[in-house]
Structure formats: C-alpha cells, structure tokens
Nanobody, 127 residues
Framework: EVQLVESGGGLVQAGGSLRLSCTVS????????IGWFRQAPGKEREGVSC????????YYADSVKDHFTISNDNARNTVVLQMVALKPEDTAVYYC????????????????????WGQGTQVTVSS
C-alpha cells in the first residue's frame, strides 16, 4: 500500500518560516515525482512545487518561487518543502502527492496526474 504522510504544518506569523515534510512508503520504484499542492478556503487546489526523485528536477509556481524551496531526502524517502517569508495568502491546507513517471507528464501542476495523496496539513499565516 502506497502511503504519503505530511508533517510540519502549523500557525506562524507573517514573515515566519515553516518546513513541511512528505514521507513516502510502499511505492515499488524510484521513478516518481512528488508534488505539493494547496487549497485555501473557497479556492481551487493549486500546484505549489514538484520534485523528481531521480535527478531532483524542480518546479515552482510563480507565486512561491522566491520563498519556497523543495528538496529530496532520498535516504528517508522524504521530500521537504521549506517555506520562508510566509504571507497570509499562503494560508491553506497543503497536500503532497505522487505521480508515477512511467509515462510523460505534460504539466507538473495537473492534479489529475497524481494518483496518491497525503491527508493534508494545515498552514496558517497570521498578519
């Protein structure tokens, strides 16, 4: 059974930092990518960032590319999303998801490409 477990959300003041982790288990190959998505109240879910396990290729949404960093900790099967200079508009439930790279993926932020999802972790940034 494939499982993705997020951790690291919480409440932080504007300008603060948080570190989200996504630990993967049960996936039988290393040819996949992990995406982070978020959904704010009343808004659609949006792609935030993505990283491939092999090679560590990264992608970012324009809204976060200057203050979020995604990285692999392959020894722990974990992907980390480091978030600094947080803003109230970063408030959302953050989800990590896994896409199998056994086929071409046109858009890293197309949530329909991702088959496995974590349960989500709340990030709240107060002004």
């Amino acid at each position: 059974e494939v499982q993705l477990v997020e951790s690291g959300g919480g409440l932080v003041q504007a300008g603060g930092s948080l570190r989200l982790s996504c630990t993967v288990s049960g996936f039988t190959t290393d040819d996949y990518a992990i995406g982070w998505f978020r959904q704010a109240p009343g808004k659609e879910r949006e792609g935030v960032s993505c990283i491939s396990r092999r090679g560590g290729r990264t992608y970012y949404a324009d809204s976060v590319k200057d203050h979020f960093t995604i990285s692999n900790d392959n020894a722990r099967n974990t992907v980390v999303l480091q978030m600094v200079a947080l803003k109230p508009e970063d408030t959302a439930v953050y989800y990590c998801a896994l896409v199998n790279l056994d086929h071409p993926v046109e858009k890293w932020n197309d949530e329909n490409e991702y088959r496995y999802w974590g349960q989500g972790t709340q990030v709240t940034v107060s002004s």
